[in-house]
């Protein structure tokens, strides 16, 4: 059975910095795709980064420049690294891994920033 342990979130000022990390255990197949994605109340669950097994990235605009997606194959594990920090990113933060027809999802962690 496939498991995303997620962990990271937390309260931080705004201009602060989080990195919120991802642990995929369990899976058969082969990971394509790991990324993040987020929910802020009242709005629909939005892309933030995404990144394929060869490394290519995909940021979501708001976020460019302020934030890092890495994964490393070996571990199944995905991070990503939020700088800059903004009220506007205060949100759940949802692990997501991609083999050719599968989708999993983390249970979610909570990032809140303070202005």
């Known amino acids: 059975q496939v498991q995303l342990v997620e962990s990271g979130g937390g309260l931080v000022q705004a201009g602060g910095s989080l990195r919120l990390s991802c642990a995929a255990s369990?899976?058969?197949?082969?990971?394509?795709?790991m990324g993040w994605y987020r929910q802020a109340p009242g709005n629909q669950r939005e892309l933030v980064a995404l990144?394929?097994?060869?490394?290519?990235?995909t940021y979501t605009d708001s976020v460019k420049g302020r934030f890092t997606i890495s994964r490393d194959n070996a571990k199944n594990t995905v991070h990503l690294q939020m700088n800059s920090l903004k009220s506007e990113d205060t949100a759940v933060y949802y692990c997501?891994?991609?083999?050719?027809?599968?989708?999993?999802w983390g249970q979610g962690t909570q990032v809140t920033v303070s202005s």
């Open positions: 997501n891994i991609r083999g050719v027809s599968e989708v999993y």
């Open positions: 369990g899976s058969s197949f082969s990971i394509n795709f």
């Open positions: 990144i394929s097994r060869g490394g290519s990235t």
